[in-house]
């Protein structure tokens, strides 16, 4: 079964700084993937999703991620944060053949001014 | 285009009644999907719907049920409410492998 881990629960960064948030997944082909972001009491925004092609992947709110085959991973990054970026943000895949959404259990990102 | 329209947006029930929620998928979506999420458990899949049919279901009680109309619009209703039910509940309007996800229904179970 498809699994996502998302190693950090908290992240605090000053505003300007990069950014970089884990996400690691388990499928056994190359999943869909996707990264959302959720504002306290919202739903779920999505930021980008990779489906294949270029493994670099730009979204929106300057967000980028990249797919790596050989670490299973999907980071998400940001070249410098603003203090409206203060979220939770989740890393899903989907598989290939009509699997149902995996979430995995969200970062959640603390701006300091 | 319109979002993913989800009434009501907060809701107050006690235990034992039964909860009825709306989705509204944007327009020309056909599929919709179902979560709940809670602080302890995160996103958990409950159900999908395409076309009127049930395509997925999540592992959740039979209290948890739910029904697609002919115009893509979705309820879930939640019968016999334990404290347990209390969570945000979030649909998502999905077409190809893209899932848009509305505000939710925060429900709180007294």
């Known amino acids: 079964a498809q699994s996502v881990t998302q190693p950090d629960i908290h992240i605090t960064v000053s505003e300007g700084a990069s950014l970089e948030l884990r996400c690691n997944y388990s499928y056994g082909a190359t999943p869909y993937l996707f990264w959302y972001v959720q504002s306290p009491g919202q739903g779920l925004q999505l930021l980008l999703k990779y489906f294949s092609g270029d493994t670099l992947v730009q979204g929106i709110k300057g967000f980028e991620a990249e797919f790596k085959r050989s670490q299973s991973s999907f980071n998400l990054r940001k070249p410098s944060v603003h203090w409206s970026d203060a979220a939770e943000y989740f890393c899903?895949?989907?598989?290939?053949?009509?699997?149902?959404?995996?979430f995995g259990p969200g970062t959640r990102l603390s701006v300091l001014p | 285009k319109a979002g993913v329209t989800q009434t009501p947006r907060y809701l107050i029930k006690t235990r034992g009644q039964q909860v009825t929620l709306s989705c509204s998928p944007i327009?020309?979506?056909?599929?919709v999907s179902w979560y709940q999420q809670t602080p302890g458990q995160g996103l958990q899949f409950l159900f999908e719907y395409f076309s009127e049919t049930q395509r997925n279901k999540g592992n959740f009680p039979g209290r948890f049920s739910g029904r697609q109309f002919s115009n893509s619009r979705s309820e879930m209703n939640v019968s016999t409410l334990e404290l347990g039910d209390s969570a945000l509940y979030l649909c998502a309007s999905i077409v190809g492998e893209t899932q848009y996800f509305g505000p939710g229904t925060r429900l709180l179970v007294l």
């Open positions: 327009s020309g979506h056909r599929s």
């Open positions: 899903a895949v989907v598989g290939n053949y009509g699997q149902n959404f995996v």
